[in-house]
């Protein structure tokens, strides 16, 4: 990894972003176009990486990683599949509504582990088929746009509102709606976007103002924010959507804006590792990155004279917790749109003091320094996962080009539900 640390920052950058790309072909189907969850033997496809997928193969081609016929390709496989599979309320179907459960076999298609059908990654997928549909245009690429058009606009978002105005967070055939919505600040505001854009069967706009009541502004370790725990959630919906300088109605009273806000939380996140609360190993100012993700376990154990309680895989969050020692080793690169410098002294200090964390040059789930294995050195998680993978292609592209942002607000679906949401101003 010393070599890693030689490196000028552009140069470890595209290292490290191209290694991330190389996920999502080194586990994608070859039939089916589907992409692993996770590195593990076995592991069944999740949809919001094929969604994150979907968007990674045009910065594939503007890197030269692919060629624009390779890309399209693979693009249409997935497409197709997507658009011939199952849609029915049966056990095993692929989705229903035009959403899609959240894991699928990756041969077949079929629904595995008794998942929900889930709102918020069809969202991400339905995100990946639009950018494929706006990327790809050229005369012999029509099929790919129509099948995005088509895909986007036969899913039932109002639906999933079950006659009121909350957004369900998932449905299962076995039990019908899950009994919780969206509550707070979080990714869903990716789902928010895409389903009030729909010219077919869109949420309707009451449902985005009820959201916004749930939100809480706070200010936490003297930072004034919209708050939501997790880091990752004030990251996934700016994969995608460009929020700098839009407002609506909740930012407008604030004079803030979404994008200014994930900076506030960013640094929120910087300060809690700096005074470390709870004395856990190697947090730091440069050692950060509480997240969703992968954990060592579900244990209670005592260490130098504290008794701590570890997780397996959860949403951990900053500052109420819970918090068990465990950062994502991606999650300090993948804030490089908002916060660059502490974004790339934090990784630099990650890569030098733990460089275990980036095994083939990509970035485990989840490390925890506190918890020290038989092998020592800290618990690390074991492979990768897609969704870590996929963020970081994306968001270094932003972070460089403002690749992304630049199709989706050309995407006239997207433009239409931020609109529909109330944001004006700036780019729209």
């Known amino acids: 990894m010393g070599n890693l640390a030689r490196l000028t920052d552009e140069a470890l950058t595209d290292r490290l972003q191209r290694a991330a790309f190389s996920y999502l072909i080194d586990y994608a189907n070859a039939d089916t176009g589907l992409v692993a969850d996770t590195s593990r033997h076995g592991s069944p496809c999740s949809i919001a990486v094929v969604g994150f997928a979907l968007s990674s193969y045009p910065i594939a081609v503007t890197n030269g ?60 997928l339905i995100a990946g088929v639009l950018v494929a549909g706006c990327y790809f245009d050229g005369d012999g690429e029509r099929e790919i746009r129509e099948l995005a058009n088509a895909l986007y606009r036969r899913v039932d978002w109002r639906w999933a509102q079950n006659g009121t105005p909350r957004v369900s967070q998932g449905w299962k055939p076995e039990c019908g709606f899950l009994h919780y919505g969206w509550e707070g600040y979080n990714e869903a505001a990716l789902l ?10 869109p949420l309707t706009q009451s449902g985005y ?4 009541l749930t ?3 706070e200010n936490l370790l003297g930072r004034d924010v919209l708050y939501s725990g997790p880091l990752f959630t004030h ?10 300088g839009i407002r609506d109605a909740f930012m407008h009273e604030k004079a803030s804006d979404y994008f200014e806000n994930t900076q506030s939380a960013i640094a929120i996140h910087r300060e809690y590792g700096g005074r470390n609360p709870y ?31 570890f997780f397996g895989y959860m949403a951990r969050g900053v500052p109420y917790g819970p918090d068990d020692g465990t950062i994502a080793p991606w999650a300090m690169l993948a804030t490089l749109p908002f916060a660059a410098d502490a974004a790339l002294e934090g990784t ?27 092998a020592g050195g800290g618990w690390l998680s074991r492979g990768w996962y897609g969704l870590d993978q996929g963020l970081l292609v994306m968001m ?17 679906y997207v433009r239409d539900g931020l609109k529909r949401a109330g944001f004006e101003g700036g780019w729209l």
């Not at 990251?235 to 700098?244: G, K, N």
């Open 192 to 201: 928010y976007v895409l389903g009030l854009g729909s010219p077919t069967f």
């Open 279 to 309: 004395g856990f190993k190697a947090y730091s100012r440069d050692f950060w990155g509480v997240t969703a993700g992968d954990g060592p376990s579900n244990e209670e154990i005592r260490e130098n004279g504290r008794d701590r309680r």
């Open 235 to 244: 990251l996934f919906s700016h994969a995608w959507i460009d929020f700098r």
């Open 65 to 124: 990683w692919l060629s624009r016929a390779d890309a399209a390709t693979r693009t249409l496989k997935v497409l197709r599949f997507f658009m011939r599979s199952t849609q029915s309320d049966a056990t095993t179907a692929t989705g229903y509504k035009g959403f899609y459960y959240h894991f699928l076999d990756m041969q077949t298609g079929k629904r595995v582990w008794q998942c929900e059908l889930s709102l918020i990654d069809t969202a991400l």
């Open 396 to 412: 270094i592209e932003n972070y460089r080009t403002g690749f992304i942002w630049e199709i989706t607000r050309r995407c006239s």
């Open 348 to 374: 630099r200090h990650l890569l030098d003091v733990y460089p275990q964390v980036c095994y083939q040059d990509r970035f485990s789930s989840g490390f925890n320094p506190t918890l020290v294995s038989n």
């Open 215 to 217: 939100y809480q502004w």
């Open 209 to 212: 103002a009820t959201w916004e």
